[in-house]
C-alpha cells in the first residue's frame, strides 16, 4: 500500500505540473527540450572537464522549436552525470540574466516513462478488480489529494504535523474502507482499528524517539527544508512521527480490513459462533498475516537505507556505534513502532469485529 500511495502521488504530480516552469528567477526557465546530434564525449585539454559538443531543440515554452549549440559539461560525480545521445528527451535550463541566452541540460525527461508505467499500472487494477478495482484506483486518488493538498500544505502553513497526519490518516482511513466495504459493522471494525493502531505506532514512536533524543534530521531533504523560501521553522521531530504514522498507514489499513471481513465471512458460514469463538478466529487470522505483514514495513524501510548499510559494512563499523547513529536509529523506530501499531490492531479489529458483527446480525 505505501508503495502505491508513492505512485499516486507521482502520478498526480505529473499530470498537474508543467514543464515550462520559472525558476526562482524570472529570466531562468526550465523547459522541455530534445537532442538533435551529440558528439562522443571528449575531455578539455586544459581543465580535464569532461564535454560534448550537442545540438538541442527546445520542445516547450517560448524557444519552442528553436535550436542550439551548446557545450555540455559533464560532471566526474556519477550523480550528476549527463552523458546524452542523438533522441534522447532532457530537461534543459535557459539562462537570460545577463542579456545572453545560455543553454544548458540539466536531465532526462522521465515524464512520459512514468506516466505510461502509471496507465499500465491502473488499468491492470481496473482489469483484474474490475468494480473493486475501480473503487481502489478512487481511493488512491482520494488519498493522494489528502495528502497533495491538505497535510503537506497544512505543514507549510504552521500547523502541528503531528495532529494533522493523524486526522488525516482518520480520514483517508474512513474514505478507503467505507468506498471499499460500505458502510457496515466490517467497515466500521477496520476503521477502528486501523485508526487505535496506527495512533498506539505514532504516540510509542513519539515517545521512543523524544527519550532516544533523535533530532528528525538524519535525511538530507529534512535539513534542506531549512532553506526553503517560505522560512518556515519546522519542528523536525514532529515531522519524523509525521512520517511514521503515514507510512505505517497502509499496512495496519490492509490488517484491519483483513481481520474483519475473515470474522464476517466466518460469521455468514456459521451463525451460530458466538462472540469468542469470533474473536478467536479473527485473532488466528491476525497471526498468519501479522509475520508477513511485519515483514513487509521492516523490509521496506530496509530496502530504502541499503546503499547505507552496504558503507557500514565496508567500512567495518562496529554493530554498537552504527545502532547508535542517529540515522540508523531513527529507522529502527520508525519499522519498530510501525510493526507494533500493526501488531496492535489485530486484537482491536478481531473484538470489535466480533462485537458488531454479531451485534448487527442479532
Same mark, same amino acid.
Given at each position: 500500500?505505501?508503495?502505491?500511495?508513492?505512485?499516486?502521488?507521482? =502520478?498526480?504530480?505529473?499530470?498537474? =505540473?508543467?514543464?515550462?516552469?520559472?525558476?526562482?528567477? +524570472?529570466?531562468?526557465?526550465?523547459?522541455?527540450?530534445?537532442?538533435?546530434?551529440?558528439?562522443?564525449?571528449?575531455?578539455?585539454?586544459?581543465?580535464?572537464?569532461?564535454?560534448?559538443?550537442?545540438?538541442?531543440?527546445?520542445?516547450?515554452?517560448?524557444?519552442?522549436?528553436?535550436? *542550439?549549440?551548446?557545450?555540455?559539461?559533464?560532471? +566526474?560525480?556519477?550523480?550528476?552525470?549527463?552523458?546524452? /545521445?542523438?533522441?534522447? /528527451?532532457?530537461?534543459?535550463?535557459?539562462?537570460?540574466?545577463?542579456?545572453?541566452?545560455? !543553454?544548458?541540460?540539466?536531465?532526462?525527461?522521465?515524464?512520459?516513462?512514468?506516466?505510461?508505467?502509471?496507465?499500465? *499500472?491502473?488499468?491492470?487494477?481496473?482489469?483484474?478488480?474490475?468494480? /473493486?478495482?475501480? /473503487?481502489?484506483?478512487?481511493?488512491?486518488?482520494?488519498?493522494?489529494?489528502?495528502?497533495?493538498?491538505?497535510?503537506?500544505?497544512?505543514?507549510?502553513?504552521?500547523?502541528?504535523? =503531528?495532529?494533522?497526519?493523524? %486526522?488525516?490518516?482518520?480520514?483517508?482511513?474512513?474514505?478507503?474502507?467505507?468506498?471499499?466495504?460500505?458502510?457496515?459493522?466490517?467497515?466500521?471494525?477496520?476503521?477502528?482499528?486501523?485508526?487505535?493502531?496506527?495512533?498506539?505506532?505514532?504516540?510509542?514512536?513519539?515517545?521512543?524517539?523524544?527519550?532516544?533524543?533523535?533530532?528528525?534530521?538524519?535525511?538530507? +531533504?529534512?535539513?534542506?527544508?531549512?532553506?526553503?523560501?517560505?522560512?518556515?521553522?519546522?519542528? *523536525?521531530?514532529?515531522?519524523?512521527?509525521?512520517?511514521?504514522?503515514?507510512?505505517?498507514?497502509?499496512?495496519?489499513?490492509?490488517?484491519?480490513?483483513?481481520?474483519?471481513?475473515?470474522?464476517?465471512?466466518?460469521?455468514?458460514?456459521?451463525?451460530?459462533?458466538?462472540?469468542?469463538?469470533?474473536?478467536?478466529? %479473527?485473532?488466528?487470522?491476525?497471526?498468519? !498475516?501479522?509475520?508477513?505483514?511485519?515483514?513487509?514495513?521492516?523490509?521496506?524501510?530496509?530496502?530504502?537505507?541499503?546503499?547505507?548499510?552496504?558503507? *557500514?559494512?565496508?567500512?567495518?563499523?562496529?554493530?554498537?556505534?552504527?545502532?547508535?547513529?542517529?540515522?540508523?536509529?531513527?529507522?529502527?523506530?520508525?519499522?519498530?513502532?510501525?510493526?507494533? %501499531?500493526?501488531?496492535?490492531?489485530?486484537?482491536?479489529?478481531?473484538?470489535?469485529?466480533?462485537?458488531? =458483527?454479531?451485534?448487527?446480525?442479532?
Amino acid at each position: 500500500m505505501r508503495k502505491l500511495l508513492y505512485i499516486l502521488m507521482i =502520478i498526480i504530480s505529473i499530470t498537474s =505540473i508543467s514543464f515550462s516552469e520559472e525558476m526562482n528567477d +524570472e529570466n531562468i526557465h526550465t523547459e522541455r527540450g530534445i537532442i538533435l546530434k551529440a558528439s562522443e564525449v571528449k575531455v578539455d585539454d586544459t581543465s580535464s572537464e569532461k564535454y560534448q559538443m550537442v545540438d538541442v531543440k527546445i520542445t516547450s515554452g517560448e524557444y519552442k522549436d528553436e535550436t *542550439f549549440s551548446i557545450v555540455h559539461y559533464i560532471p +566526474e560525480n556519477m550523480a550528476y552525470s549527463i552523458i546524452v /545521445k542523438k533522441g534522447d /528527451k532532457v530537461v534543459t535550463v535557459l539562462d537570460n540574466m545577463d542579456g545572453e541566452l545560455n !543553454v544548458g541540460i540539466s536531465d532526462f525527461v522521465r515524464k512520459d516513462k512514468i506516466l505510461y508505467m502509471a496507465l499500465l *499500472f491502473i488499468f491492470l487494477i481496473i482489469l483484474i478488480g474490475r468494480v /473493486k478495482g475501480i /473503487k481502489a484506483a478512487i481511493t488512491l486518488f482520494f488519498t493522494m489529494f489528502l495528502i497533495l493538498k491538505v497535510l503537506l500544505p497544512g505543514i507549510l502553513n504552521g500547523y502541528n504535523p =503531528i495532529w494533522l497526519t493523524i %486526522g488525516v490518516s482518520i480520514l483517508i482511513t474512513v474514505i478507503t474502507l467505507v468506498i471499499i466495504g460500505g458502510i457496515n459493522s466490517k467497515s466500521i471494525s477496520a476503521i477502528v482499528g486501523t485508526t487505535l493502531g496506527v495512533v498506539i505506532a505514532g504516540l510509542l514512536a513519539y515517545y521512543v524517539g523524544a527519550t532516544a533524543k533523535l533530532t528528525g534530521l538524519s535525511s538530507e +531533504e529534512a535539513m534542506m527544508l531549512m532553506y526553503i523560501p517560505q522560512e518556515i521553522k519546522f519542528n *523536525f521531530k514532529s515531522l519524523l512521527f509525521s512520517g511514521i504514522i503515514m507510512g505505517a498507514l497502509g499496512a495496519v489499513m490492509d490488517v484491519a480490513m483483513s481481520i474483519s471481513s475473515a470474522i464476517e465471512e466466518i460469521y455468514k458460514a456459521n451463525e451460530a459462533m458466538t462472540k469468542k469463538e469470533l474473536f478467536m478466529s %479473527g485473532m488466528n487470522v491476525g497471526k498468519d !498475516v501479522m509475520g508477513t505483514m511485519s515483514n513487509t514495513l521492516i523490509l521496506a524501510y530496509t530496502g530504502s537505507s541499503i546503499p547505507l548499510l552496504l558503507l *557500514f559494512m565496508a567500512y567495518e563499523n562496529s554493530l554498537v556505534k552504527i545502532l547508535n547513529l542517529d540515522i540508523v536509529a531513527t529507522e529502527i523506530i520508525r519499522s519498530l513502532a510501525g510493526s507494533i %501499531g500493526l501488531v496492535m490492531t489485530i486484537p482491536i479489529t478481531a473484538f470489535v469485529a466480533s462485537f458488531l =458483527i454479531k451485534k448487527e446480525n442479532i
